[in-house]
Structures are given as C-alpha cells and as structure tokens.
C-alpha cells in the first residue's frame, strides 16, 4: 500500500511538471512564432509530453478509483457479492495490465527509428505504454488486496 501510495505521488508530480512544460513549450512557440522562427521542437515535445501525461495521468485516475464505473448493476446485489464483483473487476483488470505491459515491451523493442524534430529514439516515447502497465498493475494488485480483505 505505501509503495502504491508513493509511486502515485510520484506520478502526480511527474503529470504536473509535464503539463507546465506544455504550457512553457506552447507558449514559446507562439511568442516565436508571431515575432521570431518559429521553433521546430516545440509542437513535437508538447505531443510527447501529452502521450506520457496521460498513461501516467490514467494510473493516477485508477488508484482514486476515478475511471467511469456502472454501478447500476452492482446496487442490485447485497453488499457481499458486490465485494466479489470489485474483486473480479481488479482481477481482470491486472491480467489486462500484465498482458499489455508484455505487448508494450514487445513492441517498444522494435522501434528503431528516431522522432523527426526531436533526436530521440521512439522506443523512450512508446516507454511510457509499459511504464503505465507496471504502475497499473501494481495498484490493481494493491486494490485487489484490499477488497480480498475486505480493507477498501
């Protein structure tokens, strides 16, 4: 729970400085652009920053249980089988992850080429899918824990 717990504080700073960079990158290049060159790095760095914002963003919104959720089928069953349903739910929902965490390494291993403003490999870009999976996993393992106990 405490690893769990600080890897999405760490996350959440992380989602933080990358939105600041967007707004530093996006505002540079309208500056330069109206009165300079424009910057040839900035749309492509901002995109980056987006991608990756966002899988560690969708970590963070699992952890808080703040993903869309219908719950009109689970207020229909006792308070027991509802348990077992959120168990079910953080079960597949770790499966998914390890096998996406497995394809997303699979296919991070095969880019070779480099971003075209940026040098960069796309591999580092693409990092971001298998990163996200690792933390997901982690925090359905800890949400699966919990329900299993009966904790959360």
Known sequence: MKLSDAVDRLC???IVIMLGLMVVFTTAQIVCRTWFTSLAWSEEAT??????STFLGAT????HGGNIAITLVQEFFPPRIRRTLRVAVHAVCLVLFCVLFYYGVLYCNR???TAAAIPIQMKYIYMCLPLSMVILAL???????????GDA
Request: aromatic residues 18%; charged residues 20%.
């Open 60 to 63: 963070c919104v699992y952890r």
């Open 47 to 52: 995109r980056f920053l987006l991608i990756w």
């Open 12 to 14: 959440g700073v992380l």
């Open 111 to 113: 880019q070779v080429r």
């Open 139 to 149: 925090h359905a393992a800890v949400m699966l824990w919990g329900e299993w106990k």
